[in-house]
């Protein structure tokens, strides 16, 4: 069975984990989980997830990330 959380930290913390561990398309599903949940201030998860998309070389997706973290 699977545990599903609701808790917005939690999957932000989660995406930090697999990023640093070079998983980097489990840290951005991580990072979209904590921006479905949380209202607000989002850049450090529009960073992160840029960041991994950028490790992946999907450049325009890292770019437009990185403008979301500047401009929301």
């Known amino acids: 069975?699977?545990?599903?959380?609701?808790?917005?930290?939690?999957?932000y913390t989660k995406?930090?984990?697999y990023y640093n561990e070079k998983c980097?398309?489990?840290a951005i599903r991580c990072f979209d989980k904590?921006?479905?949940?949380?209202?607000?201030?989002?850049y450090g998860a529009w960073f992160m997830k840029g960041n991994s998309f950028y490790q992946l070389r999907e450049y325009a997706k890292a770019v437009?990330?990185?403008n979301k973290s500047i401009c929301d």
């Open 24 to 26: 980097y398309g489990i």
């Open 34 to 42: 904590y921006l479905d949940f949380h209202s607000g201030n989002n």
């Open 64 to 66: 437009y990330c990185f």
């Open 15 to 17: 995406g930090l984990k």
């Open 1 to 11: 069975m699977v545990k599903v959380v609701a808790e917005p930290q939690y999957w």
